[in-house]
Structure formats: C-alpha cells, structure tokens
C-alpha cells in the first residue's frame, strides 16, 4: 500500500528557503494514477493545499503561495520536492504530502507531517 | 477562493451519541465534499469522499449527506476512538480549501 514520508529541516531561518521532500513508497512516482501533493496546518488558517505536481511535471499551485513555491519530482529516486522562498513566522506549520487522483479531489494517504518552524 | 465553514466547532458528547457535523459552502460545490478524521499529532485520515462514498475500511457508523451548498457528516453512535477534530475539504475547484475542523471532544 501506498506511503509517504516528510523529510527535511525542522527550522529555517527568516527570509531563507524551506525545502523539504516526500518519499513514496509501495507505489511508483511514476504512475499515471497519482498527482503528488503539499498541504500545511497550522492553529490559526488550518488546512491549506499548497500545490500538487504529476510525475511529468504538470504542477498546480495555490495562487496565494504560487509567487514563492516550487513543487519539483524526482522519478530515479521516487520522490518529490517542496521549495518556499523568502519564509517567515507565518509559514511555521506542520506540512503534509499527500496523494491525490489526477483530477485533484481527495487526499489520500497523507505522510505523517513534519513541523517547520521559521525563526532566528 | 471557496470558504468551508463548519459547525459547531467544536462539541462534548459521550459514547453512544448521535454526533451530526455541518459543513456548509460559501457557493455550489454539487457533491464534491470530502471529510476527514485526525487526531492529536496524527495527519488527516480520509473518511468519505464525494459527499457519501465511505472509504474502505471506515466503519460503517460514519456517514455523509448533502449537496449544493450543504453537507452534514454523521457517526452513528460515537465510540470512544472517534474522538478527534474532523474537517471537510471542496474538491470542486481550485484551490481546493478546507473547513476550520470541528473538535468532538468527551463529555
């Protein structure tokens, strides 16, 4: 079955780059099936989908984060990317990679989150 | 941006209960309402998709009804593992966005 599992830094600082990847497991990257999602949570907005990628490249994004996000897929290593530029308090969440179907509707499975916190 | 807003957002209830959660949209979204369960420190666990569909493996106590503007998420008669926040999410369009949560905490 299908797993997915958040890595990356737990603090960035102000203004810098948050990166973080999620590698899929029980499945390909590959699959026709699957678009490759990140979401955020925090106490104050909740859940917020911030963009979904296909594994040919074919990425949405939300238009309020669209600006300073890159959502990228790495086939050889079955795995997939977030960059956010320019970070500050405001983006401090847990993120979540998901899975979706191509059409964007459900998330599911999620990975576990990874809290990120923007400080100095 | 569609807005999701549920109610109440949070409610005490006992093992047993009828538990009814709203969740209305700020505009059509037909049958595109996915609900979702989770719990303190755990990511979101898909219950129902496309307003009534249960997800395999959901117990059968958790149901959903609604269009249009309008969607309730039941539980049948709350037992003690369901105690968690849940939230709906619209998948009519982009961006999908999600409700506040509601928390069903033990009375």
């Known amino acids: 079955q299908l797993q997915l599992q958040e890595s990356g830094p737990g603090l960035v600082e102000p203004s810098e780059t948050l990166s973080l990847t999620c590698t899929v497991s029980g499945g390909s990257i590959s699959s026709s099936s699957h678009y490759w999602g990140w979401l955020r949570q925090t106490p104050g907005k909740g859940l917020e989908w911030i963009g979904s990628t296909y594994y040919s490249g074919n990425t949405y994004y939300n238009p309020s984060l669209k600006s300073r996000v890159k959502i990228s897929v790495d086939t050889s290593k079955n795995h997939f990317s977030l960059k956010m530029t320019s970070v500050t308090a405001a983006d401090t969440a847990v993120y979540y990679c998901a899975n979706s179907r191509p059409s964007l509707d459900w998330f599911d499975p999620w990975g576990q989150g990874t809290l990120v916190t923007v400080s100095s | 941006d569609i807005q999701m807003t549920q109610s109440p957002s949070s409610l005490s209830a006992s093992v047993g209960d009828r538990v009814t959660i709203t969740c209305r949209a700020s505009q059509s979204i037909a049958s595109d309402l996915n609900w979702y369960q989770q719990k303190p420190g755990k990511a979101p666990k898909l219950l129902i998709y496309v307003a009534s569909n249960l997800q395999s493996g959901v117990p059968s106590r958790f149901s959903g009804s609604g269009s249009g503007t309008d969607f309730t998420l039941t539980i049948g008669s709350l037992q003690p593992e369901d105690f968690a926040t849940y939230s709906c999410?619209?998948?009519?369009?982009?961006?999908?966005?999600f409700g506040q949560g509601t928390k069903v905490q033990i009375k």
């Open positions: 999410q619209q998948s009519y369009s982009t961006p999908p966005t």
